[in-house]
């Protein structure tokens, strides 16, 4: 796991795009998010069970899993959505991107590789993709029933209860 500025350049977005600007563990707090390092899945049934996570799913996203359809997955995770649940991602083999919003707005990148695993708060505005291996297995859990449906950024989302609530919890307004 490694978080840094995304540089905003041109290019495909499974290539690094590292500005060399490193973003800390503790900024990344402030936006809600945790991440750990867990090499044995006990570690993440317990945190699953003490969040009180009550489903998962495992999700191979790679062009021998998904062939035709792979292209369009990718650039349908590279969406900027937000859930309205608070979830986890597991990485168990490949790797991966999420960019995050700060913020003032800029894209966080967040490179996962195998066994780390991250909680994103309900309401932030972020994305996906593999990363240039193409391959990313991830295990995917879920509060309540799985509503993974992404909610593509626009007028209703920034309107939406939860974005308002976790731009509360992120600003620390009342
Ligand atoms: C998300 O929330 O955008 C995703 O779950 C992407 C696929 S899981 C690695
Ligand atoms: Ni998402």
Do not use: C
């Not at 290539?15 to 750990?36: P, T, W």
């Not at 998962?56 to 349908?76: A, F, L």
């Amino acid at each position: 796991m490694k978080a840094y500025w995304f540089d905003n350049l041109p290019g495909d977005q499974r290539e690094a795009h590292d500005s060399g600007r490193e973003v800390s563990s503790e900024y990344l707090n402030k936006l809600g998010i945790m991440y750990f390092n867990y090499p044995n899945v006990e570690d993440v049934n317990s945190l699953a069970a003490k969040r009180k996570y009550k489903n998962r799913d495992e999700i191979t996203i790679s062009p021998t899993t998904m062939g035709d359809v792979y292209e369009d997955k990718v650039k349908m995770f590279f969406n900027e959505h937000l859930h309205e649940d608070e979830e986890i991602r597991y990485i168990l083999d490949g790797g991966g991107f999420f960019d995050v919003r700060s913020d003032g707005d800029e894209w966080v990148r967040i490179k996962l590789e195998k066994y780390d695993l991250m909680i994103m708060p309900a309401g932030i505005y972020h994305r996906f993709t593999t990363d240039t291996q193409n391959y990313t297995k991830a295990m995917r859990l879920f509060k309540e029933d799985p509503k993974w449906t992404p909610l593509n950024r626009g007028a209703e989302t920034d309107n939406n209860e939860y974005r308002e609530a976790y731009l509360k919890m992120r600003d620390g307004s009342a």
